[in-house]
């Protein structure tokens, strides 16, 4: 059975950093692109970042760009996503998920980030 | 960036009626290959989403056949032959022919 677990969501200050984590189970993690996406209160999803199988391509929303990085280990099956100078737009649910053909086919239970002061 | 439209933002819908949701495009969505990046996804509350087709009109395995996609260009539908009880949520249409990826506002389909 697929699984995917977050963790490391927090109440954090603007300009505060954060790392949050994905653990995979139950298929072949290093054969997959993984992404990031997030439930911002009150406008919907948004796509975050991705990452390709063996971590040699990258991509972000522009928003986020310069200031999330994406990586993964393939040895333990996870992939992360490190937030710095983070905003108050920045508050929402991020969900890990699998990416095959370009659709999101598996997705965790998601990691509450709350940016405030 | 490729702007989705949901028409309806709210739905809702008798048990056992059927049910529509259209998802327009500010771009077509077909790529240079002619395969068309759009997906549909449901979302029930307190619950992450879950894939209910791919590629316009691709059913997830174990999604019941009373979920259907269609459409082309810049218009897409997802129709609901029957609406059950645990068809309630929010519904997204998600395009990931163009970069960056991006999701349609989303459709509350509610029981009356």
């Known amino acids: 059975e697929v699984q995917l677990v977050e963790s490391g969501g927090h109440l954090v200050q603007p300009g505060g950093s954060l790392r949050l984590s994905c653990a995979a189970s139950?298929?072949?993690?290093?054969?997959?692109?993984m992404s990031w996406v997030r439930r911002v209160p009150g406008k919907g999803l948004e796509w975050v970042a991705n990452?390709?199988?063996?971590?040699?391509?990258?991509y972000y929303m522009s928003s986020v760009a310069g200031r999330f990085t994406v990586s993964r280990d393939n040895a333990n099956n996870s992939v992360f996503l490190q937030m710095s100078s983070l905003r108050a737009e920045d508050t929402a649910v991020y969900y890990c998920?699998?990416?095959?053909?370009?659709?999101?086919?598996?997705w965790g239970q998601g990691a509450l980030v709350t940016v405030s002061s | 960036d490729v702007v989705l439209t949901q028409t309806p933002l709210s739905s809702p819908v008798t048990l056992g009626q059927p049910a529509s949701i259209s998802c327009r495009s500010s771009?077509?969505?077909?790529?240079?290959?002619?395969?068309?990046?759009l997906s549909w996804l449901h979302q029930r509350p307190g619950q992450p989403p879950r894939l209910l087709i791919y590629?316009?009109?691709n059913r997830v395995s174990g999604v019941p056949d009373r979920f259907s996609g269609s459409g082309t260009g810049t218009n897409f539908t997802l129709k609901i032959t029957r609406v059950e009880a645990d068809d309630v949520g929010i519904y997204y249409c998600?395009?990931?022919?163009?970069?960056?990826?991006?999701f349609g506002q989303g459709t509350k389909v509610e029981v009356k």
């Open positions: 990452i390709k199988q063996d971590g040699s391509e990258k």
């Open positions: 998600t395009q990931a022919t163009h970069f960056p990826q991006t």
């Open positions: 998920a699998r990416t095959a053909d370009r659709s999101f086919d598996y």
């Open positions: 771009q077509g969505l077909a790529d240079g290959n002619g395969r068309t990046y």
């Open positions: 139950g298929f072949s993690f290093s054969n997959y692109w």
């Open positions: 590629k316009i009109s």
